[in-house]
């Protein structure tokens, strides 16, 4: 997981551009300290390595007592750091609420991708950039620690074709020529085409597109479709999207989709992780 030394030294700033006025005026920040964060709830961790590395930026010495994608248990201990009360009292509410946010995050994709893979073991749960802006590096890192995969990182990197696209084409031939086209322009990639019907898709699919990607579908629709397309055109991978959460994953995957696209995990409470800190003899 790649976390740039530019973000960690922006989390730190936010919280504290000039200095920690209550540790510094109450004359403890020399103090030796530990800190140790810990599991309220039975969770999937995600985060951890980002609290390291704000903590070890500010000075402290850092003991991880988990990994990511670990599920855990209520009251697990899962990293420990020692340094004096500044540095620690400096990094913890940046460290533990980073963490909050990552675990809620990893835990929701862990839930969706249990649940998903019940019915389909080779369900993939693919999560949309559809996260808090500024906070894609923190989101991705957590989806992939519960199991989950981005969907789409940004516009550089796949290719995804909406009808706002299309609109732009003045009938469905140009559309399609140009279509292939790009087929053929990006042989090491697999395009992904949204469509809203089955007709629509098998016309897509013709022009070797890698992925249909069906918005808003119904699970009783996809489960007449999914079977159609795969039987006609076997490499085809079909995704669902649209309204995709914790407690409609199992129909989706139960008509045959190999991917599953979803922001649902973004939109719940972060997850509560004690933190305690104390002298240290």
Same mark, same amino acid.
């Given at each position: 997981?790649?976390?740039?030394?530019?973000?960690?030294?922006?989390?730190?700033?936010?919280?504290?551009?000039?200095?920690?006025?209550?540790?510094?005026?109450?004359?403890?920040?020399?103090?030796?300290?530990?800190?140790? !964060?810990? @599991?309220?709830?039975?969770?999937?961790?995600?985060?951890?390595?980002?609290? #390291?590395?704000?903590?070890?930026?500010? &000075?402290?010495?850092?003991?991880?007592?988990?990994?990511?994608?670990? #599920?855990?248990?209520?009251?697990? +201990?899962?990293?420990? $750091?020692? *340094?004096? $009360? &500044?540095?620690?009292?400096?990094?913890?509410?940046? @460290?533990?609420? /980073?963490?909050?946010?990552? =675990? %809620?995050?990893? #835990?929701?994709?862990?839930?969706?991708?249990?649940?998903?893979?019940?019915?389909?073991?080779?369900?993939?749960?693919?999560?949309?950039?559809?996260?808090?802006?500024?906070?894609?590096?923190?989101?991705?890192?957590?989806?992939? @620690?519960? &199991?989950?995969?981005?969907?789409?990182?940004?516009?550089?990197?796949?290719?995804?074709?909406?009808?706002?696209?299309?609109?732009? !084409?003045?009938?469905?031939?140009?559309?399609?020529?140009?279509?292939?086209?790009? =087929?053929?322009?990006?042989?090491?990639?697999?395009?992904?085409?949204?469509?809203?019907?089955?007709?629509?898709?098998?016309?897509?699919?013709?022009? *070797?597109? %890698?992925?249909?990607?069906?918005?808003?579908?119904? +699970?009783?629709? /996809?489960?007449?479709? =999914?079977?159609?397309?795969?039987?006609?055109?076997?490499? /085809?991978?079909?995704?669902?999207? %649209? %309204?995709?959460?914790?407690?409609?994953?199992?129909?989706? $995957?139960? #008509? *045959?989709?190999?991917?599953?696209?979803?922001?649902?995990?973004?939109?719940?409470?972060?997850?509560?992780?004690?933190?305690?800190?104390?002298?240290?003899?």
């Amino acid at each position: 997981m790649f976390i740039s030394n530019t973000l960690i030294d922006q989390l730190i700033r936010e919280d504290m551009p000039y200095s920690d006025l209550t540790t510094d005026v109450m004359g403890i920040a020399n103090e030796p300290a530990m800190m140790e !964060f810990s @599991a309220r709830y039975a969770c999937t961790l995600a985060g951890l390595d980002e609290a #390291t590395a704000i903590l070890r930026q500010l &000075g402290a010495t850092v003991e991880c007592l988990a990994d990511n994608g670990m #599920t855990v248990a209520a009251g697990t +201990p899962i990293l420990q $750091a020692f *340094g004096s $009360a &500044g540095v620690l009292h400096a990094g913890w509410k940046v @460290a533990q609420n /980073l963490m909050e946010h990552a =675990v %809620g995050i990893a #835990t929701r994709t862990h839930e969706m991708v249990s649940r998903g893979r019940q019915i389909n073991p080779n369900l993939v749960i693919a999560c949309t950039r559809k996260c808090v802006p500024g906070a894609k590096t923190l989101s991705m890192n957590a989806v992939q @620690a519960g &199991g989950g995969t981005p969907h789409r990182l940004g516009l550089s990197e796949s290719f995804l074709l909406f009808e706002n696209h299309s609109t732009f !084409f003045n009938d469905e031939a140009s559309l399609f020529k140009a279509l292939k086209s790009a =087929v053929d322009m990006q042989p090491e990639r697999k395009l992904v085409v949204e469509c809203e019907d089955l007709a629509y898709a098998i016309k897509v699919a013709e022009c *070797g597109v %890698g992925v249909i990607q069906f918005d808003k579908i119904s +699970p009783a629709q /996809l489960q007449d479709w =999914v079977p159609q397309l795969k039987a006609r055109f076997p490499h /085809l991978a079909i995704a669902a999207a %649209g %309204g995709i959460n914790i407690e409609s994953i199992s129909k989706y $995957a139960a #008509t *045959g989709i190999d991917v599953a696209v979803t922001s649902f995990v973004y939109t719940g409470n972060p997850m509560d992780i004690a933190v305690k800190i104390k002298r240290r003899n």
